[in-house]
């Protein structure tokens, strides 16, 4: 098992610019293909009521799964619509892919979706792609790479490093709707002002963008297609990436599920999280 710790993972990635290209292409597509297919998408069910699938999710996943197996054929594919998604552990380069993060958002056509691919490289995020398709815009980046967005038909541009989060600071904080469920009492805290976003890679874009202090993720047991990506690009823009409580975030080689609560946010949102968050009353 690997872990994630601090504001960053050293080593270069291991992806060419042709790399990026071919992947941020493939992600652009993935995204037409979304937007083509919303209008009277079929809906499904997967392991209940809370948890559904389109058709959309399906037709993305065949595409990006044959075209990542093709271009890397070496390395290890796992999407989420796989029937059998969970890695096996012996390879270093795993990609993980998530048709469409927010399938809720899509559904509703609220636009807070998009398509996620990363690449785990000895269990650690190295890149990550994450693109919006009702927003036209692609972030991508990785630890010593840097993190960058790309609206469509401009060129790229690289977020600068966002200030540290003083620990008596007022912070916005980014709350899945599970969690703003489970636990409502985040939002009561004087420091505190929730801020409600769809997908967990526009989650993180947002705090690069300025437009939230963190996002924060208490339930627990994340699947690893969810949070490679965005954790790569965040490590990229140097932003802050752990749990609430213990060192590290832990990728297991041989599962999906995160089993730690996930910080993602400024420097300085991990000690404000664990002053405020893990030690309030519930």
């Given at each position: 098992?690997?872990t994630?710790?601090?504001?960053?993972?050293?080593g270069?990635p291991?992806?060419?610019?042709?790399d990026?290209?071919?992947v941020?292409?493939l992600?652009?597509?993935a995204?037409?293909?979304?937007?083509?297919?919303?209008?009277?998408?079929?809906?499904?069910?997967?392991?209940?009521?809370?948890?559904?699938?389109?058709?959309a999710?399906?037709?993305?996943?065949?595409?990006?799964?044959?075209?990542?197996?093709?271009?890397?054929?070496?390395?290890?594919?796992v999407?989420?619509?796989?029937?059998?998604?969970?890695?096996?552990?012996?390879?270093?380069?795993v990609?993980?892919?998530?048709?469409?993060?927010?399938?809720?958002?899509y559904?509703?056509?609220?636009?807070?979706?998009?398509?996620?691919?990363?690449?785990?490289?000895?269990?650690?995020?190295?890149?990550?792609?994450?693109?919006?398709?009702?927003?036209?815009?692609l972030?991508f980046?990785g630890?010593?790479?840097?993190?960058f967005?790309?609206?469509d038909?401009?060129?790229?541009?690289?977020?600068?490093?966002?200030?540290e989060?003083?620990?008596?600071?007022?912070?916005?904080?980014?709350?899945?709707?599970?969690?703003?469920?489970?636990?409502?009492?985040v939002a009561?805290?004087?420091?505190a002002?929730?801020?409600?976003?769809g997908?967990?890679?526009l989650?993180?874009?947002?705090?690069?963008?300025?437009e939230?202090?963190?996002?924060?993720?208490?339930?627990?047991?994340?699947?690893?297609?969810?949070?490679?990506?965005?954790?790569?690009?965040?490590?990229?823009g140097?932003?802050?990436?752990?749990p609430?409580?213990?060192e590290?975030?832990?990728f297991?080689?041989?599962?999906v599920?995160l089993?730690?609560?996930v910080?993602?946010?400024?420097?300085?949102?991990?000690?404000?999280?664990?002053?405020?968050?893990?030690?309030?009353?519930?």
């Open positions: 098992m690997a994630i710790s601090g504001k960053r993972v050293t270069q291991s992806v060419s610019a042709e990026i290209a071919f941020s292409k992600c652009r597509q995204g037409a293909t979304a937007l083509a297919m919303r209008e009277g998408v079929d809906i499904r069910e997967k392991s209940g009521p809370s948890d559904r699938v389109t058709a999710d399906c037709a993305i996943s065949s595409v990006l799964v044959k075209e990542l197996s093709a271009r890397f054929p070496d390395d290890e594919i999407s989420e619509e796989d029937e059998h998604h969970s890695p096996h552990g012996r390879d270093e380069r990609w993980l892919i998530d048709p469409i993060d927010g399938t809720d958002n559904i509703c056509n609220d636009g807070q979706y998009s398509v996620m691919i990363g690449l785990l490289v000895d269990g650690k995020p190295n890149f990550g792609w994450v693109y919006a398709p009702a927003w036209k815009k972030y980046g630890p010593d790479f840097g993190a967005y790309e609206n038909g401009e060129e790229s541009q690289k977020f600068g490093l966002v200030d989060l003083k620990i008596d600071s007022q912070a916005r904080v980014i709350m899945g709707g599970r969690d703003r469920k489970s636990h409502p009492w009561e805290l004087p420091l002002t929730v801020v409600k976003m997908s967990i890679g989650k993180v874009a947002k705090v690069l963008e300025g939230a202090d963190f996002y924060i993720h208490l339930a627990g047991r994340l699947k690893t297609w969810d949070t490679a990506g965005p954790i790569a690009i965040a490590l990229g140097q932003l802050e990436v752990g609430i409580d213990g590290s975030i832990v297991p080689k041989d599962s599920l089993e730690s609560s910080i993602i946010g400024r420097p300085g949102c991990l000690s404000w999280s664990r002053a405020y968050i893990a030690k309030a009353p519930q």
